[in-house]
């Protein structure tokens, strides 16, 4: 095939993911525009295999039923909740095979042409830095989220020192490279020092901000693939990653702003970590916490007039969706009016909580957002809040020492009684204390969300 | 085409690229913002392209191609993965994707029973 066809064709693919970029910013067409990205990266891969410089396909095909293979089973039998830490993982990997082709490239390039044009130069330095970083850094979240390694933040004195001298290093062999270097230990210093800086980048960041991490990486993985495009010469890499590049920051800013934090507070502010002042005003709120039986909590629900339930990940985590649906319907039998609160950020990803209760076959016009939930607090009998934490924090609006000061919140202290349902009173996934729970208008039922759902669906049954 | 020129060119698609991406994805709901990110992560999968000609061009060492091999395992992992996941997530709007009626909308609660 020749260069004009190829890239023609190439063209064709750039369209599709405009497209696809188009259609899943929108409820209705989002399938849709999923699969013409599908489409239009399978015409990528046909055309590529078809260029004539192109000639081990065994080997190639080989590769892709390994990688393939492993990407449909992982990605086919991942839980729901388990999403965000998917996304980290294939995030992770495109990363890291945008930094290994500038790696073949610059082994590649050195020895036959003895010295590399200026701009190939900066191109490898740029893919090789950004895409280790997003490799090592997206291995991080992964383990983070599947608590492999701990949520809550890691912090050590001098620790923006050590990082900025892990990142000098890493760009010192970046310029090395750019401007002629031509050992290969040079490529192996700036692989291995970005990789460093990934992880110790990644791990000071709190389980809480890890979406907005995961989006921040994203958008890095997608500016080291555009690099790639300028290696290879080849169009469709540099559109295509870069737009993802812009849109991926886009997307983060967006998601940073649904939780009223600031990008740069969320990667340096070392997110859960309790200033004094906070510790203190959680201490003096300090003082009884009332725990209620499941059959108390079933007569509040079954005689309220209207109930909200606010999931969040702790829902997620007991698989409770099904059964929080079940007990809904039982108490709309009863005529009571039941509605779900969904914050942004509920569950781990913004928008995680919608595709659960979706699962769950939750009737769509029962989620309620944020900003539509909110006042109607004031009119509601009983909150149930199934595993959510930081998100109803009523910190977040009255403690400005606290580390989620002015985040949104669901305003559920509002509402004539909350029921907390929390497996012990540990704090949150962030860290953080939560004054809710000592607030007098609240009670709290211990034990494992499904369990306790499952007895307060036996007891409204039995009253 | 000269080195020049054509870098000349692949820059002005870039920066064309970055103003596109900031504009298609203009408005996204919260509800989509998981998938979108989804989406856009089974894109840069792209870098599956990258990965194939620097493994699939003759004359190359040993190192070259195990390193070739293995970003196209990375790759084509990126790939699958991402638009599965992403589909699957979309998949749980799509049975019952909104008759919203006018009433639904209004915010207020139904009349008490």
Redesign the interface.
Same mark, same amino acid.
């Given at each position: 095939m020749s260069r004009t066809t190829s890239d023609l064709l190439y063209l064709v693919t750039i369209v599709t993911f405009i497209l696809a970029l188009r259609f899943l910013s929108r409820p209705d067409t989002a399938r849709l525009g999923n699969w013409i990205g599908a489409a239009g990266m399978l015409l990528a891969i046909a055309v590529t295999l078809a260029k004539s410089e192109v000639v081990s396909y065994w080997e190639i095909a080989l590769g892709m039923v390994i990688g393939g293979g492993f990407g449909a089973i992982a990605a086919r039998r991942v839980k729901m909740t388990d999403m965000p830490q998917m996304v980290a993982l294939f995030n992770g990997v495109g990363g890291g095979a945008a930094a290994l082709i500038s790696w073949a490239e610059f082994h590649r390039k050195v020895p036959a042409s003895g010295n590399l044009k200026l701009d190939i130069g900066i191109a490898i330095m740029l893919s090789a830095l950004i895409g280790s970083i997003s490799f090592a850094g997206s291995m991080v979240a992964f383990a983070k989220l599947q608590e492999l390694i701990k949520g809550r933040p890691i912090t050590y004195p001098g620790q923006q020192l050590v990082n900025g001298l892990v990142f000098g290093a890493a760009v010192a062999a970046g310029i090395t490279i750019a401007a002629g270097g031509e050992e290969q230990w040079l490529m192996w210093g700036l692989l291995v020092f970005a990789a460093v800086f990934g992880v110790l980048f990644v791990l000071p960041i709190g389980g809480a901000d890890m979406p907005v991490v995961i989006s921040l990486l994203n958008a890095f993985t997608g500016l080291a693939a555009a690099a790639t495009g300028f290696e290879l010469e080849n169009n469709v890499l540099i559109v295509s990653g870069m737009l993802v590049g812009a849109s991926g920051t886009l997307l983060t800013l967006m998601m940073s702003r649904a939780m009223n934090r600031s990008i740069a507070n969320v990667l340096f502010g070392a997110f859960g970590q309790v200033s004094p002042a906070a510790a203190a005003s959680a201490e003096s709120v300090g003082g009884t916490v009332r725990s209620a039986s499941a059959e108390d909590v079933a007569v509040m629900l079954a005689y309220a007039h209207k109930v909200v339930v606010v999931p969040g990940y702790g829902l997620a985590v007991a698989q409770a969706q099904h059964d929080v649906r079940q007990l809904a319907d039982l108490l709309e039998e009863k005529g009571v009016e039941v509605s779900y609160a969904i914050h942004p950020v509920a569950g781990r990803m913004p928008g995680h909580m919608n595709v659960l209760l979706a699962e769950a076959n939750v009737p769509y016009p029962q989620l309620k957002e944020m900003d539509e939930a909110n006042p109607e607090f004031a009119r509601t009998d009983v909150v149930l809040v199934v595993g959510a934490n930081d998100v109803v924090n009523p910190d977040a609006r009255n403690n400005q020492g606290s580390a989620i000061y002015g985040m949104p919140i669901l305003n559920v202290d509002q509402a004539q009684t909350v029921v907390v349902l929390k497996r012990s009173m540990s704090p949150g996934f962030a860290g953080i204390e939560n004054p809710l729970f000592f607030n007098p208008k609240t009670v709290m039922l211990f034990g494992d969300a499904k369990d306790s759902i499952t007895k307060l669906i036996g007891d409204v049954k039995g009253l | 085409m000269s !080195?020049g020129q054509?870098?000349v060119f /692949?820059l002005t698609?870039?920066v064309l690229?970055? #103003?596109?991406? #900031?504009e298609?994805? +203009?408005?996204?709901?919260?509800?989509? !913002?998981?998938?979108?990110? +989804?989406?856009? @992560?089974?894109? !840069? %999968? *792209? &870098?599956?392209?990258?990965? *194939?000609?620097?493994? %699939? $061009?003759?004359g190359?060492?040993t190192?070259?191609?195990v *390193? %070739?091999? &293995?970003? &196209? *395992?990375?790759? $084509?992992? @990126?790939?699958?993965?991402?638009? &599965?996941?992403?589909?699957?997530?979309? /998949?749980?709007?799509?049975?019952?994707?909104?008759e919203?009626?006018p009433a639904?909308d209004d %915010?207020n609660?139904?009349p008490?029973?």
């Open positions: - | !080195h054509l870098l /692949e698609i870039l690229a970055i #103003f596109l991406g #900031f298609v994805i +203009s408005k996204v709901p919260t509800l989509l !913002h998981t998938p979108l990110m +989804s989406g856009t @992560n089974a894109i !840069h %999968g *792209i &870098v599956i392209v990258g990965a *194939i000609l620097v493994m %699939g $061009s003759g190359k060492d190192l070259t191609w *390193i %070739g091999f &293995v970003a &196209v *395992i990375l790759a $084509s992992a @990126n790939v699958v993965g991402g638009f &599965v996941v992403t589909d699957r997530m979309l /998949e749980m709007f799509k049975r019952r994707r909104p919203r009626t639904d %915010g609660p139904p008490p029973q």
